[in-house]
Each structure stands twice: as C-alpha cells, then as structure tokens.
C-alpha cells in the first residue's frame, strides 16, 4: 500500500475515506417500476396491425350506436316508411339509389317492405352487440368467481362437480327453446336463456386453471397464516390467470354474436330486428336473382363484426401475457 501511494503521491486520507451506510436507501430498487396494464397496451399497440383493427372495431360500434340515433331510427316505423311504394322492393343499391336519389341509407339496397338495409343492419347491430356483451359480463362474472372458489376448496369442488355433471349435460339449444315457449321471445328473455347456466363453462375452466397452481407455496404459506379461501382466490390466484380471462372474456363476446345470429337464423330469437333476424327474413331472397344483397348484407356485417372481435380479442389476450412484456 505504501508504494501505492508513493507511487500515485497521495496520502492515506485520500487514498481512504469512510463510507457512510444507509440501510434504507440500500433496500431500494433502482429497477424502473414496471405496470402490467401499461405494458399490456404497450406490446398491443406495438403491433401495428392491431390499430387497424382496433380502428375499424371503433368505425363498426359508431355505426351500430351512434348511426341510429343520428337518423331517430324507429323500430316501430323504419322499416314501413315505403311499404306503399312498389317500385322501392328488393332493390340492389344501383337501383336504390336511382330510385330514392344517392344517400348512405341506400349503399345496401333495400328489404322487401322498401326499407333501407342499412339502417336496419346498423340497428340489428346494436342489438346484436348488447346482447352479446349484456351476457359475456354475466357469465364471465359468475364464471371465473366461482370457479375460482370451486377449483380451491376441495368441498365446494364435490358440490359443483355434480352440478356440473347434471346442468352441463343439458343442450343449450334446447334449453333457449323451452325459454323461448315458456316466456315471451323478448332481449331479456334470451339474456336469461343464455346466462341462466352458460356461466357453468367458464366456471369449469377457471377451475381446472385453479387447481394447477393452487398447490404453489405462496398459496400454501397464506392458507397457513389463516386468510380465508375467498381472499386467497381472488388476490393470489385470479391475478395469476389475468392473460387467460382476458383471452376468455374477448373470445366469449364475438362467440355470443355468432350464437344469437344462429338462434334467430332456426327460429330461436327475439322478436326485434337483430342481426340474426334480418338474416332469417331475407333468406329467401337468397335464391331470387337480384334480390342477394338483402341477405348477403347483414351476413357480410355479422361477419366483419365477429372477425374484428375476436382479432382484437386475440391479440390482446396474447399482449396480457406477461411473458410478452420483456
């Protein structure tokens, strides 16, 4: 050391200082402070492809919210204002609009009643749409709650294993058709036709999920510490599936729209004009020459509907995957 600071000429005091300890400022993290929400929307939005979709998702909902109401569409009156007219039938849109004059209204042609296809379609859509996510927000509720106290408690798992296997075995189908001819075909029938045992699903899921990591030692250590089954549920073990329920709530929604376009299509549906049930009044024009666009349209729209959904839906479950974040 001596001839160190012979060598540099520095005297032991600058050579050596004392460093003052602090416990506290030892404990801090110099790491950035990560947020799961803000890195989800940052891998999501990374893709560019999703901000497309994620454009033309918010293009359809404007049309099926804000459309109608811009025109005061009128279910009641809408679709008879040219009922009187014979020459406004089943027109394809190059007629519709030499007939009526160019507007947006008549881009679709028009219904056999002459009412214009495209406010009937941007109203069937905002049925269609509550309707879908009116019963995703209930069974997904219900489903991952109990199904996370189900895959948890060995107890519950005996109770709900038999209800499973009674209520899980009935169709869906015909459960909604006993609805439907029991209670009047209105939307909130089908709501409670469509909830009233399809949260059953999502609960199995989430249970088998539950089950997987119950066993991990964080949730042994909080079961021994006394926190009861519910609290551990929902904070140890829900947050742990977030990718998963994201994944699943974004799917359930463009899967109802699909169901409620195939109820109305057999006959299953509700009385109002939602997508479904436009597609079943215009399926005979189908096989009409000239007359397609009445069914092609709202099927072309239930589509495009459906596959932007579950784009978005599955692009944002995989960026809700915290292994995407790095």
């Not at 804000?66 to 849109?93: E, F, S």
């Not at 974004?250 to 729209?257: E, T």
Request: charged letters at 15%.
């Amino acid at each position: 050391m001596e001839d160190f600071s012979k060598k540099y000429k520095l005297s032991d005091e600058e050579l050596f200082a004392p460093l003052n300890h602090d416990e506290l400022a030892s404990e801090k993290i110099t790491a950035p402070r990560y947020s799961y929400w803000k890195s989800v929307f940052r891998v999501f939005f990374r893709n560019r492809v999703n901000i497309v979709v994620l454009t033309l998702l918010a293009i359809l909902i404007a049309f099926a919210f804000i459309y109608p109401v811009i025109i005061h569409y009128d279910p009641a009156v809408n679709p008879y204002l040219n009922l009187t007219d014979m020459g406004a039938q089943h027109l394809n849109p190059k007629k519709a609009i030499e007939h009526f004059g160019f507007n947006i209204k008549w881009i679709f042609g028009t219904s056999g009643q002459g009412a214009s296809t495209f406010d009937s379609i941007w109203h069937g859509s905002r049925l269609s749409i509550m309707l879908a996510v009116i019963c995703a927000a209930i069974n997904m509720s219900i489903g991952i709650i109990l199904g996370a106290i189900w895959g948890f408690s060995r107890k519950v798992d005996i109770v709900m294993n038999e209800v499973y296997n009674v209520l899980g075995n009935i169709p869906m189908t015909l459960l909604i058709s006993v609805m439907v001819l029991v209670f009047s075909p209105s939307f909130w029938t089908l709501v409670f036709a469509m909830t009233v045992i399809g949260w059953l699903g999502m609960a199995y899921y989430i249970r088998t999920r539950v089950i997987i990591i119950r066993d991990h030692e964080y949730n042994l250590a909080s079961r021994c510490l006394g926190t009861n089954i519910f609290k551990i549920a929902l904070k140890n073990i829900l947050p742990f599936m977030t990718s998963v329920i994201v994944l699943e709530i974004a799917s359930a929604i463009p899967g109802y729209i699909s169901y409620e376009v195939f109820l109305s299509y057999i006959g299953l549906g509700i009385n109002e004009a939602t997508l479904g049930r436009l597609i079943q009044e215009a399926q005979n024009a189908m096989s009409t020459p000239g007359w397609g666009w009445e069914f092609w349209s709202p099927v072309a729209v239930a589509s495009v509907i459906t596959v932007v959904l579950y784009v978005v839906g599955q692009n944002l479950g995989d960026a809700s995957d915290p292994r995407t974040h790095m």
